[in-house]
C-alpha cells in the first residue's frame, strides 16, 4: 500500500535527523511549569508602584524661557496660592511667546465669518455669462496674471480673443473650441460683506439639465441680458424664458438682472428702458415682483464695482455663456 509506504519513508526520516541531532531528546518540547490561578494573574497584570502621598509631584518641564501656567502644580503660582483645587491650565499659556489673554479680547480679534451664498448664473447663450463672471473675479483678485495670460494665450490660437476672460471658468477642451458652456463651472467669491459660490450654467439648449443642477443648489440666481440689437429678443424666444421659470421652479427665491453688452449699444438710456420693459412682464409673472437691472459691460469692465471704466477696452461684444 502507497500510504504505508510514505509512512515507513517518513518514519525512517525521522530517525536519521534524530541520529545526527543527538537522539530523541532534542525534538522534544521543554515542559511548561502551570503557576498556581493566583501567581498567573499577578503576571499578567503587574502591579503599579504605589506614591508616596506625602511627596510632592514635580513640574513637567517645559522648554526654555516659557512660564509656567498659574494653576500647574509644582510650580511658584500654585504653591504661594490658597489650597483648593487647581485650576486647569489653558492651552494658550503653553504657547511660546503667547501671553494670557481675556475671552472679551480674543472674541473681538476673531473676524465673525461671512455669509455663504450660492449663485447661479443663468441666461441665453452668448449672453457673456461666463466673461462677467471672469472678469469679476479677476476684479476680485481671486486670478494671478500667469492664469490670464495663460488664457489670453489660448483664446488667441483658438482666434478667440473676446474669450479670454471666459476660459477662466471653461477649462473644457469641447467648450474652448465650441465657444460655448457645457458644463456648470464653480468658482469662489469673496465681498466685503458676504462669500459667494459662483455657478456658472449652461446657456445651450442642448445642455438644460446640466443648468437645472446647478440652479438646484443655489440660493439666489444672476440673469445675464444681452443689450445689443436682436440678441435681446432671440433670447426671449430662446432659453432666457426659460431659465427664469426653471430657477423659480427649483426655489430659487432671489433674482437680479444684468444687462450686458451696454458699450455695443452707447449705454443708450433708451436702450436700457426697453429691456426693462421687456423682461419685467416675465419676471413678475414667474414670481419675481421686483428685481433690480444693472447695466453693466463684462468685457470692458464698466459698471461692475471695479473702478468704473477702468478696462482694457478690448474688442466688442462679449460672449462665451
Not at 8 to 31: D, I, L
Not at 74 to 99: F, I, K, N, R, Y
Not at 248 to 273: C, I, K, P, Y
Request: positive net charge; charged residues 20%; contains cysteine.
Amino acid at each position: 500500500d502507497r500510504r504505508v509506504a510514505r509512512r515507513s519513508r517518513r518514519r525512517r526520516r525521522v530517525r536519521r535527523r534524530r541520529a545526527r541531532c543527538g537522539g530523541a531528546a532534542a525534538f522534544r518540547r521543554p515542559p511548561r511549569t502551570r503557576l498556581p490561578a493566583g501567581r498567573r494573574l499577578a503576571r499578567q497584570q503587574p502591579q503599579q508602584p504605589q506614591q508616596d502621598p506625602a511627596a510632592t509631584p514635580s513640574a513637567p518641564a517645559l522648554p526654555p524661557g516659557l512660564k509656567p501656567p498659574p494653576g500647574l502644580c509644582g510650580s511658584a503660582a500654585s504653591s504661594s496660592t490658597a489650597e483648593g483645587p487647581p485650576s486647569e491650565p489653558s492651552l494658550e499659556h503653553l504657547v511660546l511667546g503667547a501671553a494670557p489673554s481675556s475671552p472679551a479680547a480674543s472674541a473681538s480679534s476673531a473676524a465673525p465669518p461671512l455669509p455663504q451664498l450660492n449663485l447661479v448664473v443663468v441666461g441665453h447663450v452668448d449672453a457673456g455669462k461666463s466673461t462677467l463672471m471672469g472678469r469679476l473675479l479677476l476684479l476680485a483678485g481671486d486670478v494671478d496674471a500667469r492664469a490670464l495670460h495663460r488664457c489670453e494665450r489660448e483664446a488667441a490660437a483658438l482666434g478667440k480673443e473676446s474669450f479670454r476672460y471666459a476660459f477662466l471658468l471653461d477649462h473644457g477642451a469641447d467648450e474652448r473650441e465650441r465657444g460655448v458652456t457645457i458644463d456648470v463651472s464653480a468658482a469662489f467669491l469673496r465681498t466685503r460683506r458676504l462669500a459667494l459660490n459662483v455657478l456658472d450654467a449652461p446657456g445651450h439648449r442642448d445642455f438644460v439639465p446640466n443648468m437645472v443642477g446647478g440652479a438646484a443648489q443655489a440660493d439666489a440666481a444672476l440673469l445675464v441680458l444681452n443689450a445689443s440689437a436682436g440678441e435681446l429678443e432671440s433670447g426671449l424666444a430662446g432659453q432666457t424664458g426659460e431659465h427664469v421659470w426653471l430657477c423659480r421652479a427649483l426655489g430659487v427665491a432671489q433674482l437680479v438682472v444684468a444687462v450686458n453688452q451696454m458699450d455695443s449699444v452707447g449705454w443708450a438710456r433708451e436702450r436700457f428702458e426697453e429691456v426693462q420693459a421687456r423682461v419685467r412682464p416675465l419676471l413678475s409673472q414667474a414670481g419675481y415682483a421686483a428685481p433690480r437691472f444693472v447695466p453693466v459691460s463684462a468685457m470692458r469692465g464698466v459698471n461692475l464695482g471695479g473702478g468704473g471704466g477702468g478696462g482694457d477696452g478690448g474688442g466688442g461684444g462679449d460672449s462665451g455663456g
